[in-house]
């Protein structure tokens, strides 16, 4: 095996969507030989790779073979920073302490655990706590969606000829959003059901905090959401009028992490990308160890920027040469100057003619054209006349 192919192998590893088995069958190697480069490359990147704290860290779990473990993300450059196979508020707390100038760690961002929350609090005490956007923000549609199920009927309990439910995805987009179809459906079902407009208008007003572009908007939005939700569950039969409890209850314990986005407005939807990528590489490889998913999630997602980064840098350079590449214009000969004379032996340099003496002489090459057909027609005519014609296509000319 040349050093080239074994860079390229072990380099190809790295990118999540490829397998072992893929790329032994591209190079024409066995997988057990793949493996074997690739772990042996695993080895040499954890020996010279140092963990980058980052200045904004994003901290959630993913599930790996049924089992949560832990991701630690860089939220301003978009890539893993750090993976551990345990969850547990110890282990956390002592693998974020192991990382580099953790004081640098402006603020963390993670959804309504309360394990990572102590966590963060025993470790990085200066930070800002964040708590995601996202997980927030899903409760409302939840809440919706249980008074649709609830209202319109569903597909068993349909009698005939009485309409179906509701498409869910409708409710779920702002008002806003919708477009052609989509608010004409809207329009029907909450034509059709009472009970889920005023829902759905009170889920719109909710999201209207969102829109704030500060903290203490903020707050005075959700103060008077919540008495528009007072009157809300008045008007609701006793069975729905729960449907925003989960809702208020996270709002109520975690309102200082929750009001804290409007500060930066940064939420964790890397890392839930993240953990979407982790999730493809356990579905094609569901074999695969858990060191093996951690270097394709935090090296190969380097080797990825790095590849973009080049391919940027070819970009730019070609178009500055582009660009600085000089224009070759063919001279401009002025007429009427007067050239050297010519030395003996050289060839003579012929005088430029302007355009006009150009066009001039090509008329005149045209003319004998002219005046032979002239001089033809004349003289058939004049033989068309003494009745001797010399070819039936004369009357052509004429």
């Known amino acids: 095996m040349t050093r080239q192919l074994r860079r390229y192998i072990a380099r190809q590893c790295l990118v999540q969507e490829e397998t072992f088995s893929g790329i032994a069958k591209r190079v024409g190697l066995s997988e057990k030989t793949v493996r074997n480069v690739f772990e042996e490359h695993m080895n040499h990147l954890n020996k010279i790779s140092e963990i980058e704290t980052p200045r904004v860290m994003g901290l959630d779990g993913v599930y790996i ?101 509701c498409n869910r995805h409708i409710f779920r987009k702002r008002k806003n959003q919708l477009k052609g179809h989509d608010r004409k459906s809207l329009e029907w079902c909450l034509n059709l059901y009472p009970l889920l407009r005023l829902t759905y208008e009170l889920k719109e007003a909710y999201c209207e905090v969102w829109t704030s572009l500060d903290i203490g908007t903020a707050r005075l939005k959700y103060t008077e959401w919540l008495e528009l939700h007072k009157i809300w ?88 040469q582009h660009s600085q590449q000089p224009i070759i214009q063919p001279p401009v000969a002025k007429v009427g100057t007067i050239q050297d004379a010519p030395q003996e032996g050289e060839a003579p340099i012929p005088t430029p003619v302007p355009h006009s003496t150009v066009t001039t002489s090509r008329k005149q090459e045209l003319r004998p054209n002219v005046d032979r057909l002239a001089a033809f027609k004349r003289r058939s005519k004049e033989e068309g006349d003494s009745g001797q014609s010399s070819s039936p296509q004369m009357s052509l000319f004429e």
């Not at 709002?251 to 929750?258: A, L, Q, T």
């Open 65 to 165: 073979k049924g089992k949560e473990s832990l991701i630690v993300t860089d939220l301003e450059r978009k890539r893993p920073v750090m993976m551990r196979p345990f969850i547990k508020e110890r282990a956390v707390a002592a693998a974020l302490r192991k990382m580099p100038n953790l004081g640098k760690v402006e603020e963390v961002v993670s959804d309504m655990s309360g394990s990572l929350d102590r966590v963060q609090r025993a470790v990085m005490p200066k930070a800002l706590r964040t708590k995601d956007r996202y997980h927030v923000q899903r409760m409302v549609n939840a809440a919706v969606d249980f008074v649709r199920k609830k209202v319109t009927p569903e597909k068993k309990k349909r009698t005939k000829g009485q309409m179906a439910m």
């Open 233 to 320: 569950k008045k008007q609701m039969p006793e069975e729905l009028q729960g449907a925003f409890d989960p809702l208020i209850r996270v709002m109520k314990n975690w309102e200082e992490g929750i009001f804290n986005y409007f500060y930066h407005r940064r939420t964790n939807a890397y890392t839930e990308s993240a953990n979407a990528g982790v999730k493809e590489i356990t579905r094609k490889a569901p074999n695969a160890k858990f060191t093996t998913i951690s270097t394709k999630v935090v090296h190969g997602t380097r080797l990825k920027q790095q590849r973009e980064a080049a391919r940027q840098r070819g970009k730019q350079q070609r178009r500055a």
